[in-house]
């Protein structure tokens, strides 16, 4: 398996690559208050696909952290109840087996 993700990667590779040479040509980029911004077509995507990961990343960054806390939370509570009953972890037994007749 990990020979065909290796290959998967070299083929990846390669692709982007040779996009990334077939679009250098410079482009110019207009923000508001007359900013302007130049430089060559795969830069300017790389870093807004850059850009818009590290967003995404901290859009989900508060989600990530109270799911944490809640996790937490519920396993500390499982604790105590499992204390105060006085059981600890209790182990699973088997099922019966009734005999062939």
Known sequence: MKFVSTIVGIIL????????????????????LNYELRGPLVLMLLAF?????????LAL??????QRRQSS?????????QSAAGTGTVQPQPDAVNPAR
Do not use: S, Y
């Not at 696909?49 to 990343?57: D, E």
């Open 49 to 57: 696909f850059v850009a818009g990961a590290a967003l995404g990343i």
């Open 73 to 81: 939370q519920h396993k500390n509570t499982i604790q105590a109840l």
């Open 13 to 32: 590779f390669v692709l982007f690559f040779g996009f990334a040479l077939k679009n250098t040509q410079e482009v110019d980029l207009h923000f508001f």
């Open 61 to 66: 960054t508060p989600t990530v952290f109270r």
